[in-house]
């Protein structure tokens, strides 16, 4: 039975790749000069499964077509080709993969014709499954295949109920004109799980009987016989697609060109629960192109890959995307937008500049919240965890950050006294609970409390303190982007005012604005530009810190 939980999946495949159970086949493919893709695109696959999400447009089938090159008899000018009024955009074309450890190149010669340095392994298999080519022979037949010049619908829905008999003539054989097989009893028990069916018996026939041009149809019998023209387009592309999917050679590169077509999420969810279980079992590496954030949710950010139409339509190849940001590329109005409060305006700005650089700001809102640590640690956090506010996370300066905060559910309940849980808070969160209006039921010039109440709301406090609150790395935000160097080279040096008797970095910061007359918002400036330009280890921790934020 396939394992609903997508989290556990993940976990699994990436335990069994990292001891070497399961290996990509393809390691890397660098794209040169090709199209609208950035110079020296590259794309490393370091996880099993790969999702490649983007707009229309971002070359997600492109690179698809690239990868199916290394099937056996591909040729590049078969896939990439030039026409009069078509010149595809190869002039230097390049495309460069690392296989099996070793180096195989495609390079454009002249038009139409392309050169090839280095080899395919002998015994790699690759299969590409497109959805989106998936038309039933009945519709085939009705859509595109011409049995008359100008037939009415009448005549061809007379035609295709005179050739359907021919499907039921010689039910157990081959021919020049008729390829059937039944789905075996574990892929119709697939089937059934992705669209929580009840079919019994499918049957696949690859006919040409209608037009003299091949076409499939597919037999469905859940207790009444029908077509796949009578059947759900979904039920049609699951039952093809998983008849592929089941043949597929272990150890093999299996691609699948947006899966998701005629599936509603539910579907999606199970199908990709699905393809992490086959990854397991025949220890396959799969590529994915797709539109759907269904497909990428709670996916790692290792297998995603995000294709951005940037200037001039520039295509480039971000990595390491995490599944919401993929969100954000997709326009996706389902994003659970999370908020950060800080303490000081320059912590905002700073954040902010981290964020629009890495691209998450459409994952987390800055706010600031005038009146100083200790107005958010006596009203806002208080606010927060009284009202089971999840999606509210705090981020204070460095000098805020105190003791750890114990993992209570290691402490006995009889050790959870009162007095133990106001020691706790004293010493994490600086003030004393007693500071706080907990807002309990109390008589206080009868000198009574309800102490049942107010330790469960420290208790709550404390948890939400220790999940949602964070500090910089610093003691102050000044400290973050201070740089005397290059204050010297916006200022100059010949006036720059001696500021080594100041403590901090916002004293020092004041200093030079009142002698230069400089307004601290344009020094500020300056060094936030440098700061995200230098990434050094405070950026990264901040980065990292925001990444777990919105990984929670």
């Known amino acids: 039975m396939i394992d609903n939980n997508i989290e556990k999946q993940v976990n699994d495949v990436g335990r069994m790749f990292d001891k070497g159970i399961i290996k990509n086949r393809l390691s890397k493919i660098v794209i040169h000069s090709f199209r609208k893709f950035a110079e020296e695109s590259e794309i490393n696959f370091v996880y099993p499964l790969t999702v490649i999400v983007g707009k229309n447009g971002s070359g997600k089938t492109t690179v698809m077509k690239a990868i199916k090159l290394l099937s056996k008899r591909q040729i590049p000018q078969n896939e990439f080709f030039e026409t009069v009024i078509d010149d595809g955009g190869f002039q230097n074309a390049d495309i460069s993969y690392t296989l099996d450890d070793q180096i195989l190149h495609y390079k454009r010669i002249r038009q139409n014709e392309w050169g090839k340095e280095g080899e395919v392994p002998e015994k790699l298999s690759i299969t590409y499954i497109q959805t989106k080519t998936m038309v039933g022979a009945i519709d085939k037949s009705f859509l595109y295949d011409n049995i008359g010049k100008n037939t009415a619908r009448t005549q061809k829905v007379e035609y295709v109920i005179k050739q359907s008999k021919k499907l039921k003539q010689n039910p157990r054989s081959n021919s020049e004109r008729k390829q059937r097989h039944f789905l075996s009893a574990n892929a119709i028990e697939i089937v059934n799980y992705i669209l929580q069916g009840n079919i019994k018996l499918i049957e696949m026939v690859r006919h040409k009987y209608y037009s003299g041009t091949w076409g499939t149809s597919v037999i469905f019998n859940d207790g009444n016989q029908y077509s796949e023209y009578n059947a759900g387009s979904g039920e049609f592309v699951i039952a093809s697609m998983v008849d592929q999917i089941e043949r597929v050679p272990s150890e093999s590169i299996l691609l699948l060109d947006e899966p998701e077509v005629s599936l509603h999420p539910g579907a999606q969810k199970r199908l990709i629960c699905y393809i992490l279980e086959i990854i397991k079992k025949k220890k396959i590496q799969v590529i994915i192109t797709t539109h759907s954030t269904t497909m990428v949710e709670k996916l790692p950010k290792e297998a995603i890959k995000c294709f951005r139409k940037i200037e001039n339509d520039l295509i480039v190849i ?122 309990v039921d109390a008589n206080r010039k009868a000198g009574r409390v309800n102490e049942e109440q107010e330790k469960k709301l420290l208790l709550s406090y404390l948890e939400y303190f220790k999940n949602h609150v964070s500090f910089l790395p610093q003691s102050i935000p000044e400290d973050i982007i201070y740089n005397e160097m290059r204050l010297k080279q916006f200022l100059g040096e010949e006036d720059f005012p001696d500021v080594s008797q100041e403590k901090d970095s916002k004293k020092k910061l004041k200093k030079i604005s009142d002698i230069m007359g400089q307004e601290i918002g344009a020094l500020e400036y300056q060094l936030i530009y440098w700061f995200i330009k230098q990434k050094n280890t405070d950026y990264q921790y901040i980065l990292a810190m925001l990444k777990s934020i919105i990984e929670r």
Do not use: C, M
């Not at 006294?417 to 004393?432: E, H, Q």
């Open 318 to 439: 971000e990595e390491q995307v995490l599944f919401q940001n993929a969100f954000l590329e997709l326009e996706s109005d389902i994003i659970d937008k999370r908020h950060v409060i800080v303490e000081d305006n320059l912590a905002k700005k700073i954040i902010e500049q981290i964020l629009k650089t890495e691209g998450l700001s459409g994952l987390l809102q800055v706010e600031f919240y005038p009146g100083g640590a200790s107005n958010i640690k006596k009203y806002t956090i208080l606010t927060y965890s009284k009202t089971n506010v999840t999606n509210r996370y705090i981020i204070l300066d460095g000098d805020q950050k105190k003791e750890e905060i114990p993992d209570f559910l290691r402490i006995p309940e009889v050790d959870k006294t009162d007095k133990y849980l106001k020691d706790i808070f004293k010493k994490a969160v600086g003030i004393s609970a007693d500071k706080i209006d907990w807002g």
